[in-house]
């Protein structure tokens, strides 16, 4: 079975501090992205990688940045966390592109930033 | 207008009825059809998988392409109360990026 761990599934900040969630696959998957789900709004991609040290830009990556040191892992990085980053947080990861392949998801981390 | 269009619902019917998902999209390019479902405090998981145009069934569930018309449908027959969730809408082209819908939560009642 595919497996996406993320670190935390409750994580609860303050503004203005660096946060780190992390994300890790065990299927060899070449193609990894950062989602975040809000209400009403659905299921938005801040940033994806296809390929170690690679990252390209997804529809709202203000305020973000990503690393992908290792095949395996994909860590979103928020430099400096604002209230309006408060949302779930859902890493996905699948084959090598097209990514309409099935992309398989962690359980999420629900930020919540004071 | 946005690329994936889904009511949010709340949609609430009793356990044995049929179930009927929608969603409309916008860019004649889009190829692959997905929906995903979602249960409470967990990731999405790939439902059904269509390409271009028509039906596919798996179990109780069947997954409806109309390209003509840019509509996406999830039917569920016979639904269950384990089949509360929320369900997702996916498409995406030739690009690396799926286009998600808002997802309508389906409360199914004993």
């Known amino acids: 079975d595919v497996k996406v761990t993320q670190s935390s599934r409750y994580l609860v900040k303050r503004t203005g501090e ?46 973000y940045s990503v690393s992908r040191e290792k095949k395996e892992r994909f860590s979103l990085i928020l430099e ?21 392949n099935e992309q398989f998801f962690g359980p999420g981390t629900r930020l919540t930033v004071l | 207008q946005k690329e994936v269009e889904q009511d949010p619902g709340p949609l609430s019917v009793p356990e044995g009825a049929i179930v009927s998902l929608n969603c409309t999209y916008s860019n004649s390019a889009f190829q692959y059809f997905m929906w995903y479902r979602q249960y409470s405090r967990k990731g999405p998981e790939l439902l059904m998988y269509t390409y271009s145009s028509g039906n ?3 179990g ?51």
């Open chain 2, 60 to 110: 109780r569930f069947t997954a409806q392409v109309d390209k003509s018309s840019k509509y996406i449908s999830l039917f569920i027959r016979d639904s269950q109360p384990s089949d509360s969730a929320t369900y997702l809408c996916a498409t995406g082209g030739n690009t690396d990026k799926l286009i998600f819908g808002t997802g309508t939560r389906l409360q199914v009642f004993p």
């Open chain 1, 80 to 100: 400096s966390a604002s209230t309006n980053q408060t949302s779930m947080y859902l890493c996905a990861s699948t084959w090598a592109r097209p990514s309409y």
């Open chain 1, 18 to 63: 660096k946060v780190f969630l992390e994300c890790v696959q065990d299927m060899d998957h070449e193609n990894m992205f950062w989602y975040r789900q809000d209400p009403g709004l659905g299921l938005r991609l801040i940033y994806f990688s296809y390929d170690v040290k690679m990252k390209e830009k997804g529809d709202i990556p203000e305020g």
């Open chain 2, 56 to 58: 596919k069934e798996d």
